[in-house]
């Protein structure tokens, strides 16, 4: 994934759409801040309306992290919800 073969090229619609549902302006702020990619050339890279390339790849695969870890801790935070709830029930 985010291989050279990707460069030059907008990341994959499914990518976008998990990335937006798992990130935050915040994460986005941070992994500008540590990877030296500018917020808005990691948003546009998201949002489809600017290519992969070699620099900017190693945000996106930060944010795919990020994403990931998000993810887990929403699955964790719905499955304790869950129980809460059927409580209730």
Known sequence: ???EDHYGKPINE???ITLRRNTTK???ANIAAS???S????RDVVYRTNSLTKSNSKAIKALVKVA???SLAKQLQAEGDKKFLNGLL
């Open 35 to 37: 990877t030296n990619v």
């Open 39 to 42: 917020f808005s050339t990691i």
């Open 1 to 3: 994934m985010l291989s």
């Open 26 to 28: 915040d994460d986005f």
């Open 14 to 16: 499914k990518l976008s």
């Open 68 to 70: 990931f870890d998000n």
